[in-house]
């Protein structure tokens, strides 16, 4: 079992930077690959950001690629989400999720275990 707690998201005029954590719980947690989600009003989730297990691959959506940089300390049971050039489309409450995998995921469906979401909103 892992529990994830999500944090660092707010406000942020367009243009600005945030960088969102998600910690888990349990020591087992290199075990994982990690993901980030988004899901915005109105709107189906959808994937942002994947990790694996040792940090060596990572995949992004299109929209976020070379904005947002996806990373993890496993000494810290932590992943992290750096996102730059924000842009009110990036408006959503965000989520990490974990799964056991060797290959990357990118559909929330495949996750086993989520965080509680951030919101992040950019304002024009």
């Known amino acids: 079992q892992v529990q994830l707690v999500d944090s660092g998201g707010g406000l942020v005029q367009a243009g600005g930077s945030l960088r969102l954590s998600c910690t888990a719980s349990g020591r087992t947690f290199s075990s994982y690959a990690m993901g980030w989600f988004r899901q915005a009003p109105g709107k189906e989730r959808e994937f942002v950001a994947f990790i694996n297990w040792s940090g060596s691959t990572t995949r992004y959506a299109d929209s976020v690629k070379g904005r947002f940089t996806i990373s993890r300390d496993n000494a810290k049971n932590t992943v992290y989400l750096q996102m730059n050039g924000l842009n009110p489309e990036d408006t959503a409450v965000y989520y990490c999720?974990?799964?056991?995998?060797?290959?990357?995921?990118?559909?929330?469906?495949?996750?086993?275990?989520w965080g509680q979401g951030t919101q992040v909103t950019v304002s024009s």
């Open positions: 999720a974990a799964v056991a995998t060797l290959m990357p995921k990118l559909m929330g469906h495949e996750y086993d275990y």
